[in-house]
């Protein structure tokens, strides 16, 4: 049987973000790397895409994976965190 997950559709300016919410430790994934790669190095995008799940304190509750395609970086940014929201 397939995992359960939560889905999430983000859109900002041209970019545009899928997010899967499954139960497990706090791992990010962007277009399969991870999301510190992903995002250059810059910790201050990483807690801006987590800030929905800081809120609740859920960070270390889901394991996310994320699609995301188009716009620049901080378009996708955006686009991520209403995916996550």
Do not use: F, H, W
Request: aromatic letters at 8%; glycine letters at 10%.
């Amino acid at each position: 049987m397939a995992e359960k997950y939560t889905y999430g559709l983000g859109r900002r300016k041209a970019a545009t973000a899928r997010a899967r919410l499954y139960k497990g430790k706090g791992n990010i994934k962007i277009n399969d790397k991870d999301a510190l790669d992903y995002l250059s190095g810059n910790k201050t995008y990483l807690a801006e895409i987590t800030d929905p799940l800081a809120l609740t304190q859920k960070q270390k509750e889901y394991d996310i994976t994320i699609r995301v395609s188009g716009g620049g970086l901080a378009g996708q940014v955006d686009a991520i965190k209403l995916a996550i929201s």
